[in-house]
């Protein structure tokens, strides 16, 4: 069925406003009044969280399995480590908070902080990457929560095998295997984007391949220096042994599959050239992919470029490198009458103009992204990370963010904006906020 509600996560840190952080519940459906709306807030109960990522408490209906339901939301929060865990089962249109773990329980029982993305496992559990330790030092892996109590069970990771920095990861349960990326360090990268930073080590470069059942680290693959791998997504088809995963600095995008022997590899398949720009933190501006996302039948990969501003549509095959068949720009840094000017650019000959939309003008650039199970409907936020939203895109932290849908031409290949979809956080009734992670009650193409 078509997507009717969404839950999106939206946090007031960095913004000035005193208001603890909330999950809004907007109407997707275009016969509803409310259409495009925020219908329900559900705040947390505590200030600064910084709401993120979000997860189901339970993966896809099987046709072997229809008692599961996604009726648990996980919200782990990035900045304070606490988990939230909320009742979108009993009222879909109004959320409810049913458990919150603190985050001394995680910090003294796994030694892990910073938590990003939630992913329901086979066996039930829920794993929760995490990027840094309760410092704000580099550390990678996992803490698991009981799929049914949502009890903090610990690590799961071998103890001597947390790799140095993580952010997200995916799995295919046929092959046994979970892939993860790495991250940031949290205590230098908090602080926001340092061009003295790099080359120091404080962007991640690994991609790394476990074992899913006996929980340990098999390969690991060095992406090279800053490449700051982030989003990781496997194909859908659960026979699929191969799948993509962005890198944020360096503008590539690689293939990982399964060779001989059980082992994996990986190949640049997209590289997104940097920009030469003036009036901007660096003379060459990278794209930065921050989400990527696959649509349920495999055919098309979506990427967002949140420093550039465009979405692009990629055609996937068999055993060639993904085709550019789409491409919309929906804000960013190098838009035309900014202050920013490109002085070289390998794709564009021109600065693309501003966005409009229902009289609204959209800043930031495009950040998260959900596809419709369909394909048609792309939804967009821009807000990547409070402290960075802050320093590249003030506008968008004094204005609100928004959330955008997009069209997509399933056929041909395409992408347009949708003029007559807008949801505008920043008419909140605490004031502006920054929407982050989109998922649909009836199922997404990121669960």
């Known amino acids: 069925p078509r997507e009717e509600v969404a839950y999106v996560t939206c946090t007031y840190r960095e913004t000035c406003i005193d208001q603890p952080d909330f999950l809004a519940t907007i109407d997707l459906n275009p016969r509803s009044p409310y259409y495009c709306q925020v219908i329900h807030r559900l705040p947390m109960p505590n200030l600064k969280d910084e709401l993120h ?3 189901w408490s339970a993966g896809c209906t099987c046709f072997d399995n229809v008692t599961t339901r996604r009726n648990k939301l996980i919200l782990p929060c990035l ?3 606490r988990i939230y865990v909320v009742d979108v089962g009993s009222q879909c249109r109004a959320p409810k908070l049913c458990k919150m773990i603190e985050p001394v329980d995680v910090f003294w029982k796994c030694n892990k902080g910073y938590l990003n993305v939630p992913r329901s496992l086979p066996n039930g559990d829920i794993l929760i990457a995490n990027t840094g330790d309760p410092s704000g ?6 803490i698991v929560l009981d799929g049914e109590t949502f009890e903090l069970k610990g690590n799961w990771e071998n103890e001597c095998e947390a790799p140095p920095s993580g952010y997200d990861f995916w799995y295919q349960p046929r092959h046994n295997v979970l892939i993860s990326s790495a991250g ?5 990268a908090g602080r926001g984007f340092c061009p003295n930073d790099l080359k120091k080590g404080v962007y991640g470069r690994r991609l790394n391949v476990w074992n899913l059942s ?7 693959f060095d992406l090279g ?5 982030l989003s990781v997504k496997f194909l859908h088809n659960p026979d699929a042994a191969e799948g993509y995963v962005s890198c944020a600095l360096s503008g590539v995008v690689y293939r990982f599959y399964k060779c001989e022997a059980n082992n994996w590899a990986v190949e640049e398949v997209i590289r997104i050239p940097a920009k030469d720009v003036s009036g901007w933190i660096m003379p060459k501006m990278p794209a930065f992919t921050v989400d990527l996302v696959i649509s349920t039948d495999d055919r098309y990969l979506y990427l967002s470029n949140w420093l550039h501003g465009d979405i692009r549509q990629y055609e996937l095959s068999k055993n060639c490198k993904p085709r550019l068949v789409g491409q919309v720009f929906v804000g960013g840094s190098i838009l035309r009458g900014g202050p920013v ?3 070289r650019d390998e794709e564009l000959k021109c600065q693309p103009e501003p966005l409009v939309v229902k009289c609204k003008r959209v800043y930031g650039g495009p950040c998260k992204l959900q596809l419709s199970l369909d394909g048609k409907r792309l939804y967009v936020t821009n807000s990547f990370y409070s402290t960075w939203d802050k320093q590249f895109y003030p506008n968008m932290v004094r204005e609100g963010s ?15 904006v949708n003029k007559n979809f807008l949801v505008d956080f920043g008419k909140e009734p605490h004031g502006p906020c920054l929407a982050h992670e989109i998922h649909f009650a009836c199922g997404d193409s990121t669960s």
Not at 137 to 142: C, E, I, R, S
Not at 184 to 188: D, G, I, Q, S
Not at 214 to 220: A, D, E, G, K, Y
């Open 137 to 142: 030092n580099a550390k990678g892996g996992f």
């Open 53 to 55: 990522s979000s997860g």
């Open 341 to 343: 000017t490109v002085c």
């Open 402 to 416: 928004v959330m955008l849908q997009i069209d997509v031409d399933t056929e041909k290949g395409g992408l347009s």
């Open 184 to 188: 940031v360090v949290p205590k230098r």
């Open 79 to 81: 900045i304070s480590s």
């Open 225 to 229: 220096e800053d490449s700051l791998p």
């Open 214 to 220: 006996c929980r340990s680290l098999t390969q690991c």
